[in-house]
């Protein structure tokens, strides 16, 4: 009489699968970690446009106040024009700078 046994050990596949699994677990982890660094980087930068934002606001108003500062002050109406001239030439090169030097936003992740 012939008897056949079959015998079938799982450790090594369950152990390769909790393997895996932890790798997994390790890789969201990383993902996670750096989803906050990225969230906190863009806070920062926020915060940074806001406060730019407050600098540039601030030298408009100057720049835009300076000419009836000037008027009222009494100066000769050749004098202000020419002041005027100026202010607008300085301010358009703020401008003029500011967009130049501002990068452009990156293209949006292709799937």
Request: glycine share 2%; proline share 6%.
């Amino acid at each position: 009489m012939r008897i056949d046994v079959w015998h079938h050990h799982s450790i090594e596949a369950r152990c390769e699968v909790m393997r895996r699994l932890d790798m997994l677990a390790d890789q969201i982890g990383l993902i996670e970690s750096n989803l906050e660094n990225i969230m906190s980087a863009i806070d920062d930068l926020q915060a940074a446009v806001a406060a730019e934002d407050t600098v540039i606001d601030s030298a408009i108003t100057l720049i835009n106040g300076i000419p009836a500062l000037i008027a009222a002050a009494g100066v000769d109406p050749a004098k202000l024009a020419t002041l005027q001239a100026d202010i607008s030439a300085k301010s358009k090169a703020l401008a003029d700078a500011v967009a130049a030097n501002t990068p452009a936003a990156p293209a949006p992740p292709t799937p």
